[in-house]
Each structure stands twice: as C-alpha cells, then as structure tokens.
C-alpha cells in the first residue's frame, strides 16, 4: 500500500521549515511536526546574524563561507524588512590581532566570495566616531564590512507559512513516541500532541531535522552520537546605555574569542559565549553567572568608560547549537558544516548554520531522492521566499513599516492591516510591534502558551524589563477573546510564563555587581 504522506519532516526549527517549504513548492506532500513550539530551540536563540562567517576564512572554510555569502545576498533580496543589512566595525590596536594587513587580505576575499564589495577602512579619528566610548589607547583604526541580522523566530514563521500556502502541513505541540520500521526501514513515526492524541504517520520518506536534539532518533536505532551540543548565550541592553549604531566586534581580553555588539529590535545585543552544554537537552537552557561576568569583562574591556554592569542587562537567552563533533579540545574551533546521513531509511539532517538553511534543505531533499526515487523534484531554483507586492492598506504607511509588515507577514500582511482594529494600530512603547499584532498572531498562528506570543511570534519578553509581564493586564482580553481562555488558564499561563523568564531569560539571581 502505498503512503498517505510523501515527506514526514520532523522538527519545527528553520531547517525542519526549509525542507518543508522546498519539498512543499516542489509538489511533495508534506507534514511536519514539532515536539514544542515553532523555532522553540536553537532557531530561536541564534545570535540573530545572516553572516558569511568571517571568521570561517581563517580555518581555511572556504566553500561555507562562500556558500554563507551567497545566500546571505540572496535573502537580503528576498526577505526585505526581515533580513536587513548590517554593517561591521573590527578596531585595530597596536601589538593586538587581528592586524590591518591581515584583516584587508580577508575582508578582500571575503567580498570576492560574494560577488560584491562592502569593505572599507577606516583611521583612528573615524572608528571613534563610528565606535565611540570605545577604548582608544593604542587605535590604529579599523576595518568596516557588511553581512545581515534577522528576527530568527519569524523567520522560522516566514518560510513555514510559505510551506503552508503550498499545501504543507505543519503541527506544533507535537511529539514523536517512536520511529515506525518495518522490515528495517523507517517508514513513518507514532506521534503525540501535547493533550494526549495519539496517531500514526506513514511515509515514504522520514526526514529527522531536529538539531540539537538529533541523536535520540539515531540512537533509538542503535546508532552512536555524533553530535557536541555548544551553549552560546547573549546579553541584550538598552541603547541608550550601550549606543551602538553598527556590529562592533571585540576581542575578548581573555582568550582572544570574537564578541559583537550590535543594535537589534531597539537594544544592544552582546554574544556569544561558546562552551559544551552537558545538560539534559528538554530543559531550557539560561545563562549562568560566568558566562553573565564573561561577556560583561569584554564589554567593560572594549568600552571602559560606559562602566556597564550587570544592573544594565534588560534580558538574556540561551540556545544550544547543533555542532556536529569532531573531537577538538576548543569548542569554538569545531566545524560548522552540515551533515545528512541515511540510516534505515531515516535521514537525519543536523549542524550548519541559520544563513544557509535553503542550501542545507536543498541538499537533503536531493539524499531523500536517492533514497527513495519516486520522490520526483524540480531542482530549478526560485527565489527562497516569494516577493511580495503592496497592497491597498498598507500604501498609506511609510516605506519602513511596509517593509517591516511584508517582512513579518508576508502575503498575509495586507489582511493584518485591513482586519487591524483602529485602536490598536499603534506600537506598543519601547517597540515597533503594533498592538494589533498580538491580536493576529494570536488567532493565526498556532499560539498554545503565553510564552510562544511573547518569546517567538513577537520578541517583547526580550526588549522589555521582566519579560514584557507589564503588558500581561493589557493583553489578557486579548488572549482570552482569540483563544478561549477562562481565567484559570489565564492564570497558569502567566505563573508558567513569569517563571521562565525568572530561569531562563533573566540574570541569574545570585549574580550582582560588585560595590563602587
């Protein structure tokens, strides 16, 4: 008998998204599942960047890095609004790396890669105007080159509603129990949604894109690890308390590790730490306190005269990279590239990076092929996310925010604007993000908990002091009209939601800066 579903992807992050979207346009049947919320674990917790990986160059990753910058160029065409340039400053300082003859070499190759050039150079009067409250003893000058940063959570969204509007399915909420083999294949899995339902899913091909989380399928089978789960956590601070207008890159004083700081939704983003995370994998991760004092050493370093502290952290997060292992003592020197690997009919796919998700889906959709040719594809490219016109409601709206809505909603965005109730056509204080907008995700976009509208669909609980718990009075009439909350549930949500941010989006509460 021949399966219902063509293509069962499992795993909800931008990989799982990507496979879905390519297989979907291409004509597959598609259903995909995630055991939590969309984007809910590495996809939402990067360091925000669509970069080339500079830093790649210099352990000779000349293909991922070219790779990174095509795609780089081809989302900042593709995704207007929601993939935006940003530009980079490295200061050179005299006896520090890197060196300006160095950087040049690099930066030269690095916009050869791409196919256009950004970089620039500049003296030492000029980085402190373009950097200033930077440390100036013994500048020299710096070097200025360009990638691109995104709200990676709706991005995930993006490339999933796209998979949707080309007949893909996709379920959150929703776990695997255990593969289905028969006659030592993988021909589908048992699922379980998050109030109890149990099913069954029989496909041709089963594609595990779970990140991180990656081995327990494998190993469900009897395979043995590969991966070397890497924590990367990140501070983000107020503006005006840390004024950056572009990414300037430190140098940490300690071991020489790149730290950035660059502006992101209204704040200043600091990261990122990168170390082995041997903790259970389901929990969510937070940073701890030496990784808090870690990224503050670099910043009071590079910035001595801003004296910022731990009182001046507005958030924090942490995510848990997918980094395939390759035995090497320092975490940071492991390899980023993907792997696919078809084991009993299973095809895993894990590692990589956020910028190269639609090469990394392409490539394992051409092993689904080889391993099961009734799987037809097109293979002619198209653009990675569908160019959107303007419509009638939103052309009385600045270019800005058209963008900005496109970017977010895609071919939904002129129905959110058209259905946006009058009174809440206004940003919420301190953000861009419109009221309304809490009101349409809410309805449209598969929220289960507090936590998915305030953490993903929306990044308030991260721009805003306590996790956005302010707005809760606010919000609470919208979430029980949209989905049917009584106050009970009302009320366990926030308990829930109060107390994850307290764990895992916060500073640690033993952590304090030291008297003056």
Known sequence: MKPALDILVIGGGITGAGIALEAARRGASVRLVEQRDFAWGTSS??????????????????GLTRESVLERRQLLRDAPGLVEPQRFLIGHYEGRSPGKAMMRVGLALYDLLGGERHRHAVDAAGYAELAPHTDAIGLQGGSGYLDAKTDDARLVWRVLQEAQSHGARVQNYTAVDSLLVKDGRVQGARLRTEDGQVSEVHATCVISATGAWADGLRQGLGHTPKLRPLRGSHLL????????????????????????AYPWEGM???????????????????ITEAEVQYLLEALRHTFPHLDLGVKDIV???????????????????????HIVLNEQGLITVTGGKLTTFRAIALDTLKHAVNAHPSLKMNWDECAILTPQAIGP????????????????????AQAFVSQALSDECTAIPGTRIWWAELRWIARHESVHHLDDLLLRRTRLGLVLPR?????????????QAELGWDDARWHTECTRYQDLIARCYSVPATLKDPAP
């Open 467 to 479: 996790g956005a718990q302010d707005l809760l009075p606010r919000l609470k009439d919208v979430i």
């Open 393 to 412: 409601s939103l052309k009385p709206l600045d270019a800005t925010e058209q963008a900005r809505l496109m970017g977010r909603y895609g071919a939904q």
């Open 268 to 286: 200043a983003l600091v990261g990122t730490t990168d170390i082995d995370h041997p903790h259970d994998l389901n929990q969510e991760p937070g």
């Open 45 to 62: 917790r990067s360091s925000k960047l669509v970069h080339g990986g500079l830093r790649y160059l210099r352990e000779g990753a000349i």
């Open 315 to 337: 958030s924090t997060y942490a995510g848990v990279r997918p980094v395939v292992s390759s035995g090497a003592a320092d975490p940071s020197k492991e390899t980023r590239d």
């Open 237 to 260: 601070l107020p503006l005006w308390r840390l004024p950056v207008a572009q990414s300037v890159s430190l140098f940490h004083p300690r071991d020489g590790r790149p730290v950035f």
